[in-house]
């Protein structure tokens, strides 16, 4: 069975630093265009960041100087890194992977070709 397995998240602080992971059973990570979302209650879910199957990266303008993706391909498991975190960091956040994806590999077009999502892990941030 093919899934997407987050784990990380829960309450964080203010100014602090968000770790999350997303390991890929049944999916060799490194042959897809990989994401992170966010979702807050009552609004859509958003790209946070991207990282194609080359390693080029990119950013939601909300978290664009603070936020690192990356993946670990032994690992086959992909990371979010939030610095800074602020309330507006708060928000269910979902990992997301998708076929190929050099084209639409970006945090502007991704959301349509998603085919898989992970769990869901539920971030709040108080002061």
């Known amino acids: 069975q093919v899934k997407l397995v987050e784990s990380g998240g829960g309450s964080e602080q203010t100014g602090g630093t968000l770790r999350l992971s997303c390991e890929g059973y049944?999916?060799?990570?490194?042959?897809?265009?990989l994401g992170w979302f966010r979702q807050i209650p009552g609004k859509e879910r958003e790209a946070v960041g991207t990282?194609?199957?080359?390693?080029?990266?990119t950013y939601a303008e909300f978290v664009k100087g603070r936020s690192t993706i990356s993946k670990d391909t032994a690992k086959n498991t992909l990371y979010l890194q939030i610095d800074s975190l602020n309330a507006e960091d708060a928000a269910t956040y979902y990992c997301?992977?998708?076929?190929?994806?050099?084209?639409?590999?970006?945090?502007?077009?991704?959301?349509?070709?998603?085919?898989?999502w992970g769990q869901g892990t539920q971030v709040t941030v108080s002061s």
């Open positions: 997301a992977i998708a076929f190929g994806g050099y084209d639409f590999c970006d945090v502007k077009r991704l959301f349509p070709k998603v085919i898989d």
């Open positions: 049944g999916y060799t990570i490194n042959d897809y265009c």
């Open positions: 990282i194609d199957k080359d390693g080029t990266r």
